[in-house]
């Protein structure tokens, strides 16, 4: 099974803040990786595919990147309306996600 | 409007079953891969079980292979899961999602809201 690392769990920082998320595999998964946005009481909710490609309707401060074992996804100017836990989730070999990152202000 | 509406939820005592429904809406039902995923209070999400477009391929996580089926009536569009032999550990938010493609080797682009399991005596 493919085991997804991600760090850190929790991360508190300020609005207006670059904020980076990273996302491990335990073996290549190529750039079978999307990252999602969940707030508490509610479905995850799909921010980018594909690694790097931007879910329609996703504001465009979300980018995600890598390839391989290695990913992150950054928020170029973090928001209010930015916090959440998010998850990565690699879907090379059926299903894994991370442990998620819960983002605070 | 894609919509995924889970129902089937409650509470039932360990060694039970419940079969959870996924009613579906607003796409061509049997063009999309379904999974379900579930939450534990607190915790991260655990991919359980997924349905290829047809219904041909099922697909298990180990922590449920066995205990859990997975199923699909194209013509009602709708996912069942059948879960038997219900243990105190799979209590949680069961929530169904459809994959962005037939198989199930693509990203989840809209879930449902979600229904509660507990499993207790």
């Known amino acids: 099974d493919i085991q997804m690392t991600q760090s850190p769990s929790t991360l508190s920082a300020s609005v207006g803040d670059r904020v980076t998320i990273t996302c491990r595999a335990s073996?290549?998964?190529?750039?079978?990786l999307a990252w999602y946005q969940q707030k508490p009481g509610k479905a995850p909710k799909l921010l980018i595919y594909?690694?790097?490609s931007l879910q329609s309707g996703v504001p465009s401060r979300f980018s995600g990147s890598g390839s391989g074992t290695e990913f992150t996804l950054t928020i170029s100017s973090l928001q209010p309306d930015d916090v959440a836990t998010y998850y990565c989730h690699q879907h090379n070999h059926l299903h894994t996600f991370g442990l998620g990152t819960k983002v605070e202000i | 409007e894609v919509q995924l509406l889970e129902s089937g939820g409650g509470l039932v005592q360990p060694g039970g079953s419940l079969r959870l429904s996924c009613a579906a809406s607003?796409?061509?039902?049997?063009?999309?891969?379904i999974s379900w995923v579930r939450q534990t209070a607190g915790k991260g999400l655990e991919w359980i079980s997924a349905?290829?477009?047809?219904?041909?391929?099922?697909y298990y996580a180990d922590s449920v292979k066995g205990r859990f089926t997975i199923s699909r009536d194209n013509s009602r569009n709708t996912v069942y899961l059948q879960m038997i032999g219900l243990r105190v550990e799979d209590t949680a938010v069961y929530y169904c999602?459809?994959?962005?493609?037939?198989?199930?080797?693509?990203?989840?682009?809209?879930w449902g809201q979600g229904t509660q399991v507990t499993v207790s005596s």
């Open positions: 349905s290829s477009a047809d219904g041909t391929g099922r």
């Open positions: 607003g796409f061509t039902f049997n063009s999309n891969a």
């Open positions: 594909d690694a790097s």
């Open positions: 999602a459809r994959e962005n493609g037939a198989y199930p080797r693509n990203w989840f682009d809209a």
């Open positions: 073996q290549s998964i190529s750039g079978w």
